[in-house]
Nanobody, 122 residues
Framework: QVQLVESGGGLVQAGGSLRLSCAASGRTFSDYAMGWFRRTPRKEREFVAAISWIGVSTRYADSVKGRFTISRDNAKNTLSLQMNSLKPEDTAVYYC???????????????WGQGTQVTVSS
């Protein structure tokens, strides 16, 4: 089992920045590729970004590429998402997730956090 707890959400004006964090506990953090997802009231859950086991590889949704940066600190069991140039359409609940298996990018994510709300005002 892996427990994931997100933090860092909040209300920000368009053009501003936020940094989300995800604290992991349980199994060895570096055994998992990690991802960020988001869900808005009108959309299905969508992929935001992913990072490989030791951070060598990353992937981003086209909608956030160049604005968001995913990173991880395996010594601190922490995943982060730096979000810059935020737009109102980035408003969503953001979730971190731990990917099972050995494929990159992960086909499935086995563990999920409870989510943190990000609201971007225009």
């Amino acid at each position: 089992q892996v427990q994931l707890v997100e933090s860092g959400g909040g209300l920000v004006q368009a053009g501003g920045s936020l940094r989300l964090s995800c604290a992991a506990s349980g199994r060895t953090f570096s055994d998992y590729a990690m991802g960020w997802f988001r869900r808005t009231p009108r959309k299905e859950r969508e992929f935001v970004a992913a990072i490989s086991w030791i951070g060598v590889s990353t992937r981003y949704a086209d909608s956030v590429k160049g604005r968001f940066t995913i990173s991880r600190d395996n010594a601190k069991n922490t995943l982060s998402l730096q979000m810059n140039s935020l737009k109102p359409e980035d408003t969503a609940v953001y979730y971190c997730a731990a990917g099972g298996g050995s494929r990159w990018p992960p086909l499935n994510y086995d563990y999920w956090g409870q989510g943190t709300q990000v609201t971007v005002s225009s």
